[in-house]
């Protein structure tokens, strides 16, 4: 399962975000530092394709993927250098698979905190990047000592190599996600019915070099996106907020933006007036759909399903996976014992109206173990053990 570290400074509303994805109901408050320690939480993901695929089979059980979202204690500035929470924010982002950056851009006389998102984020990266340039000046000296008592390799020589030009980016205040290439997140249906087979991101150079990294646990070396919590009556031009950000981050990281307080009344209602609600007033799925959409774009996440009458369920993949690692993610024994997997997309099963009239159509295709899954396949396992 994916983890999502939701990262903000005080009162920036990630908390409240947090509640409002989980169901939690972890502390909120007016003042500084209500979150103190990390808080967890499962957030199940929304799939409107696995809801029709449910109805169509007539499912006792709809199992929906999840992420797993920390809510990181408040940084401020100077928490690189032991101010505010200090250590006990960057202990709890070392942990997580991306960053969440939740910035508030609405003022509010009776809650203090940074209201220009830009500003927030400009504290946020500087505070990750001299973190980040602290713990590779460490590295560093123990790899140059490592280097002069041996014989040099060219292992050890790349990876100095790697970690001085990240230590160049980062004395300049830089995070080092802002060398990587961005993802656009995958809206919903990417991937459905196309007839490609090679995963969303290409091996580019700069995917290569964070992999060279991947040893030194930079913790601005994680993928990135932006939440942007904006007030009820910004609605209407939250595109300016949020083309704002984007332009601060020259094209380095994705931006939404969410009223973190509609969402935290929606997610007291039960879901059909949830869902009502968030109808009304143009929110579609909600926050939550618009964060895990986010993650599973910079993650390169995909979903597979699979169906019937006692359960459909959506199952969470790394994009380029084979269709015996995809079996594996049901269950050990059948990537162990896979002989073939019988394969539809979700769209051409619904349009079948049923599984065995798919089959009886030829519209279930038999792949063997080189076969790539697409994100929206169904899969049905075929095993021996």
Same mark, same amino acid.
């Given at each position: 399962?994916?983890?999502?570290?939701?990262?903000?400074?005080?009162?920036?509303?990630?908390?409240?975000?947090?509640?409002?994805?989980?169901?939690?109901?972890?502390?909120?408050?007016?003042?500084?530092?209500?979150?103190?320690?990390?808080?967890?939480?499962?957030?199940?993901?929304?799939?409107?394709?696995?809801? &029709?695929?449910?109805?169509?089979?007539?499912?006792?059980?709809?199992? %929906?993927?999840?992420? @797993?979202?920390?809510?990181?204690?408040?940084?401020?500035?100077?928490?690189?250098?032991?101010?505010?929470?200090?250590?006990?924010?960057?202990?709890?982002?070392? @942990?997580?698979?991306?960053?969440?950056?939740?910035?508030?851009?609405?003022?509010?006389?009776?809650?203090?905190?940074?209201?220009?998102?830009?500003?927030?984020?400009?504290?946020?990266?500087?505070?990750?990047?001299?973190?980040?340039?602290? =713990?590779?000046?460490?590295?560093?000296? *123990?790899?140059?000592?490592?280097?002069?008592?041996?014989?040099? /390799?060219?292992?050890? @020589?790349?990876?100095?190599?790697?970690?001085?030009?990240?230590?160049?980016?980062?004395?300049?205040?830089?995070?080092?996600?802002?060398?990587?290439?961005?993802? =656009?997140?995958?809206?919903?249906?990417?991937?459905?019915?196309?007839?490609?087979?090679?995963?969303?991101?290409?091996?580019?150079?700069?995917?290569?070099?964070?992999?060279?990294?991947?040893?030194?646990?930079?913790?601005? /070396?994680?993928?990135?996106?932006?939440?942007?919590?904006?007030?009820?009556?910004?609605?209407?031009?939250?595109?300016?907020?949020?083309?704002?950000?984007?332009?601060?981050?020259?094209?380095?990281?994705?931006?939404?933006?969410?009223?973190?307080?509609?969402?935290?009344?929606?997610?007291?209602?039960?879901?059909?007036?949830?869902?009502?609600?968030?109808?009304?007033?143009?929110?579609?799925?909600?926050?939550?759909?618009?964060?895990?959409?986010?993650? %599973?774009?910079?993650?390169?996440?995909?979903?597979?399903?699979?169906?019937?009458?006692?359960?459909?369920? &959506?199952?969470?993949?790394?994009?380029?996976?084979?269709?015996?690692?995809?079996?594996?993610?049901?269950?050990?024994?059948?990537?162990?014992?896979?002989? *073939?997997?019988?394969?539809?997309?979700?769209?051409?099963?619904?349009?079948?109206?049923?599984?065995?009239?798919?089959?009886?159509?030829?519209?279930?295709?038999?792949?063997?173990?080189? %076969?790539?899954?697409?994100?929206?396949?169904?899969?049905?396992?075929?095993?021996?053990?």
């Amino acid at each position: 399962m994916e983890h999502i570290g939701l990262v903000g400074l005080p009162n920036s509303g990630k908390t409240s975000l947090f509640n409002a994805a989980t169901g939690s109901d972890a502390l909120t408050g007016k003042h500084p530092f209500t979150t103190t320690e990390s808080s967890v939480g499962i957030a199940h993901v929304p799939d409107s394709r696995l809801n &029709a695929l449910a109805s169509m089979s007539s499912s006792k059980k709809t199992v %929906y993927t999840g992420v @797993e979202l920390v809510d990181i204690a408040g940084l401020v500035k100077g928490s690189s250098e032991g101010s505010g929470l200090g250590n006990r924010f960057l202990a709890g982002i070392r @942990e997580v698979d991306a960053l969440c950056m939740v910035l508030r851009a609405f003022d509010d006389p009776e809650i203090p905190g940074e209201s220009d998102p830009v500003e927030a984020l400009s504290i946020l990266e500087i505070e990750l990047a001299m973190a980040d340039l602290a =713990s590779l000046e460490v590295q560093l000296e *123990r790899r140059r000592k490592s280097l002069k008592s041996k014989k040099p /390799d060219n292992a050890t @020589e790349e990876e100095i190599a790697a970690m001085e030009e990240a230590y160049e980016l980062l004395s300049s205040g830089v995070p080092m996600y802002r060398s990587m290439p961005n993802h =656009s997140p995958l809206e919903e249906g990417a991937g459905e019915g196309h007839g490609g087979q090679s995963p969303p991101s290409a091996a580019t150079g700069a995917l290569r070099a964070r992999e060279a990294r991947k040893g030194m646990f930079l913790l601005t /070396d994680k993928p990135m996106f932006c939440v942007i919590n904006i007030g009820e009556d910004d609605m209407g031009n939250s595109s300016e907020i949020v083309n704002k950000v984007q332009a601060y981050l020259g094209g380095s990281g994705n931006v939404v933006a969410v009223c973190v307080q509609l969402e935290m009344e929606a997610a007291q209602l039960p879901p059909g007036e949830r869902a009502e609600m968030l109808e009304g007033l143009g929110l579609g799925e909600g926050a939550l759909s618009m964060v895990a959409h986010q993650a %599973y774009a910079m993650l390169d996440r995909w979903t597979f399903l699979t169906t019937g009458d006692k359960e459909s369920r &959506a199952w969470s993949f790394r994009a380029g996976s084979t269709a015996p690692e995809c079996a594996g993610v049901i269950h050990s024994d059948l990537q162990r014992g896979f002989i *073939r997997a019988e394969v539809i997309n979700w769209k051409a099963l619904l349009d079948a109206g049923s599984w065995s009239n798919a089959r009886h159509n030829g519209l279930i295709r038999l792949e063997g173990k080189d %076969y790539l899954v697409q994100d929206g396949d169904v899969l049905e396992i075929r095993f021996n053990v």
